[in-house]
């Protein structure tokens, strides 16, 4: 996207200095990375990413300030995972944009999704500073978004995270941590911010406190930085040891509630220049918003609303795959107006394609922030790491700026 820097980007590239990269990256996250990460990071103008951090935020803001879209998100909350003492706006956001072309030409970025869930915080700074050391790029390009640097960055993360507790008494849970391909994330979390990892499942539960073990002790805990997904804790039948209803005594970084509030759920309510066409399913197949979706099926995506990495994702679904959906079901499911990538990074195995996710985060008593963007890399039609193996020049990547 700035010619003179891809230009020489490529021309010096060379396959040993990605090895020699892809080596640090282990070393600096304490286990191998699984997902792909691309060969080379990507060079974009500020005023895009900025564009496209303004969008984000002004889309959060006007769902955060709207109680009646609240109250039928709160609806779409499964009731076992409705979870108490909700904080009054989600403490991490992501919002992913595909780059088109305009029929005039120009590029233009629209939103994919939303999600009020962490991303990959921790990661992606280090795979952009392992990008800078390894290529040896030009100082004065930044990956930081707001005018951040390493230190505000983290200051940040530990206010949110941390929020002032002892770090002992504040854990990262997930679904079995150390098999998710997240675990590069976490060990740098984990070791920058002095808190531990544990799998929620081994939480225990006395009154309305909640313990882990470390080192044979019991610690309680006061701060949990929930990367656990319901979806998931619901597919694997995850038996936990307390109840998310139930009313704990423990803060949440990232309330669980919000997972549900902003998200795919989100799009049919969002009346934006950024924001692609989408109806509810049930809704579609009812006959209410029959028009809503106009044009060729091929222009069609149906999502399930609460499933992660593309999970259930259909490109141009036929009425078969439509009707045969439980009617119970539809509801949980999304019809998009597809979003059509642009290939606009050049790489030796042609253009490729490029999602740009920007990463928030938003502390109490404080406000929205944009800090981070991660790109993923791809040729097909879907754009995560999972999707796009066996190939070159894919995957996960970082967004460097001009100041």
């Known amino acids: 996207m700035i010619p003179a820097l891809r230009d020489e980007f490529n021309r010096r590239y060379l396959p040993q200095t990605y090895r020699h990269f892809l080596h640090s990256l282990d070393a600096c996250v304490r286990?191998?990375?699984?997902?792909?990460?691309?060969?080379?990071?990507?060079?974009?103008?500020?005023?895009?990413?900025?564009?496209?951090?303004?969008?984000?935020?002004?889309?959060?803001?006007?769902?955060?300030?709207?109680r009646a879209y609240l109250e039928a998100s709160t609806a779409a909350i499964p009731e076992a995972y409705r979870v108490a003492n909700e904080t009054s706006h989600p403490h991490f956001m992501t919002a992913d944009f595909g780059l088109v072309r305009e029929p005039d030409g120009s590029i233009t970025p629209r939103l994919v999704e939303m999600q009020a869930f962490p991303s990959v915080f921790g990661f992606q700074f280090v795979v952009s500073e392992l990008y800078r050391a390894a290529y040896n790029l030009d100082p004065s390009l930044s990956y930081f978004l707001n005018g951040h640097t390493e230190a505000s960055f983290w200051k940040l993360m530990e206010r949110i995270i941390v929020a002032g507790h002892d770090p002992e008494t504040v854990v990262l849970a997930d679904?079995?941590?150390?098999?998710?391909?997240?675990?590069?994330?976490?060990?740098?979390?984990?070791?920058?911010?002095?808190i531990s990892i544990v799998d929620i499942a081994e939480l225990e539960p006395d009154g309305q406190k909640l313990y882990y073990r470390k080192?044979?002790?019991?610690?309680?805990?006061?701060?949990?930085?929930?990367?656990?997904?319901?979806d998931e804790l619901v597919r694997k039948q995850v038996p936990l040891k307390f109840g998310y209803g139930e009313p704990l005594e423990v803060e949440w970084a990232g309330h669980p509630n919000w997972y549900f509030h902003i998200s795919k759920f989100s799009?049919?309510?969002?009346?934006?220049w950024a924001v692609p066409r989408a109806v509810f399913l049930d809704r579609f197949l009812a006959g209410k918003e029959g028009t809503a979706l106009a044009g060729s099926r091929e222009d069609w995506v149906l999502k399930p609303l609460f499933s992660f990495a593309g999970a259930g994702v259909r490109f141009a679904p036929t009425d078969e795959e439509l009707h045969a959906i439980p009617v119970k079901q539809r509801r949980n499911y999304l019809l998009q107006e597809r979003v059509r990538f642009e290939p606009v990074i050049d790489t030796p195995h042609g253009k490729t394609q490029a999602e740009i996710r920007i990463l928030y985060l938003w502390p109490d008593q404080g406000h929205m922030e944009p800090v981070l963007s991660l790109v993923r890399m791809g040729r097909g039609q879907m754009m995560g790491v999972d999707h796009n193996r066996n190939q070159e020049w894919v995957g996960a990547s970082a967004a460097f700026f001009l100041p």
């Open 31 to 66: 286990t191998h990375v699984e997902f792909r990460v691309s060969e080379t990071p990507c060079f974009f103008p500020r005023e895009l990413l900025q564009s496209m951090a303004a969008a984000g935020a002004e889309l959060t803001h006007r769902l955060v300030s709207d």
């Open 175 to 194: 679904v079995e941590p150390a098999t998710q391909k997240t675990l590069p994330d976490f060990h740098v979390t984990a070791d920058r911010l002095g």
């Open 267 to 272: 799009l049919p309510y969002l009346q934006h």
């Open 215 to 230: 080192d044979g002790r019991r610690i309680a805990v006061k701060r949990i930085y929930n990367r656990a997904i319901v």
